[in-house]
């Protein structure tokens, strides 16, 4: 397989772009983004607030010659997009809080059966139905751990409208080469703020495909044990036949209770998360050259917290700010190394404090956590965040 980018970038980076201006939301800028990167496929089901992503594609699809089925509900949005994804197809699906819990049993058979798939979930308030019309970062562990099993999946979090187009193309590209779902997580405020963005020449993207076989159909191997972790994966209907199924398989693809193939099997589908871990990992940096102080926040309320960091540096304060744009894998390295550097991280996210944990794992008690958390529905502002690094400092 060959390598991906592993990218540490800052708020500045800016791609080669064409074309004029265009103001859009952040869902919009996901629909973009995934007809960018080749998706042809989308099943879902309207759920507020990320309705606009399925109308939009139900809109531009058929023009492109791809395929949008509206689905009797979120379940089977998820099976029609493993089923378009075993054809050949890059596929996706979006919804929101309640709908991607009714995703989540599919969600781990794609992640058993190694098939690619984009679930794009924009978050709302919960739980149950909760607040339908309210941000909140309420899903960040379901996105890891919603399913059952130990299982390989991505989390990926954009925090603007540009960044949501960019960080879906690289969703379906992960997915594709990794051969694993990618859930892209927004949250309603990234899904509806309107920003103007220019978009890349879609000839400087890079477009990734995933690894097929380069033997004939009856040679074929479904699930070998291959030196990348990555078998090949054939189309259905393209002459090869294999079987596929959420049990645990052997290299055939049919079910096996022969323990040592059991153990390589699970350890193989989660060890290539590990494995490609430096290129999936994504982390911003802000003003982190002699801070004392760092935030750590994603999605919209780093945007909030960028101000924040700004703001106290005009007023002198030693604070920066780390904004992970890949949630899982968790940067544990990355946030190890920062802890090594400040005297305290603030972890600033609207819920009870699921990351705030993840970070103090990853710091092994080098340096004081402090959690600032949210859950009446309203995002954090700069003025609050700047409020807790001033009390810190």
């Given amino acids: 397989m060959r390598r991906l980018a592993s990218r540490r970038t800052d708020m500045t980076d800016r791609e080669k772009t064409t074309g004029a201006p265009r103001m859009m939301q952040g869902n919009e800028a996901c629909v973009e983004g ?25 809109e ?37 809080g309640p709908g991607f819990s009714l995703k989540q049993e599919n969600l781990g058979y794609a992640s058993m059966t190694e ?27 379901q996105a890891r751990w919603g399913t059952h099993g130990d299982h ?17 193309v690289r969703s379906v590209n992960l997915s594709e080469r990794l051969r694993v779902p990618v859930v892209l997580l927004l949250d309603e405020i990234v899904g509806h703020v309107s920003e103007k963005v220019l978009l890349p020449d879609s000839k400087a993207l890079e477009i990734l495909e995933r690894p097929r076989p380069n033997v004939p159909p009856d040679e074929f191997i479904p699930y070998p044990h291959t030196e990348s972790d990555i078998p090949p994966m054939a189309d259905f209907g393209s002459g090869y036949r294999y079987h596929v199924t959420g049990l645990c398989r052997d290299e055939t693809g049919f079910p096996t209770m022969d323990r040592v193939e059991i153990d390589r099997v699970l350890r193989r589908i989660n060890r290539k998360i590990e494995r490609y871990r430096a290129e999936i990992i994504e982390i911003e940096e802000l003003e982190m050259a002699g801070a004392r102080v760092a935030v750590f926040a994603y999605g919209s309320t780093a945007r909030s917290a960028r101000q924040a960091v700004l703001m106290a540096r005009k007023g002198g304060m030693p604070v920066g700010l780390l904004r992970p744009r890949v949630l899982w894998p968790f940067p544990d390295k990355e946030v190890r190394a920062f802890a090594e550097r400040v005297d305290a991280i603030i972890v600033a996210e609207m819920n009870l404090g699921q990351m ?8 092994c008690e080098k340096v004081e956590i402090i959690s600032m958390t949210r859950v009446d529905g309203e995002p954090f502002r700069p003025h609050e965040i700047l409020d807790q690094i001033s009390e810190v400092l």
């Fill in 115 to 141: 098939i690619p798939c984009v679930v794009v979930n924009v978050q709302r308030g919960g739980p149950s139905t909760g607040l339908p019309t309210m941000p909140s970062q309420g899903d960040v562990m």
């Fill in 152 to 168: 390989p999946i991505v989390v990926i979090v954009p925090s603007s409208v540009r960044e949501t187009f960019d960080l879906t």
């Fill in 356 to 363: 705030v944990r993840e970070v103090e794992r990853a710091a």
């Fill in 60 to 96: 531009r699809l058929p023009r492109l010659g791809g395929a949008f089925i509206q689905m009797e509900d979120e379940i089977a949005a998820m099976g029609a997009v493993i089923g378009a994804s075993l054809v050949g197809r890059k596929a996706m699906t979006a919804t929101s």
């Fill in 34 to 58: 995934a007809l960018a990167a080749g998706v042809r496929f989308f099943a879902g089901y309207p759920i507020t607030p990320s309705s606009e992503i399925m109308e939009l594609m139900a």
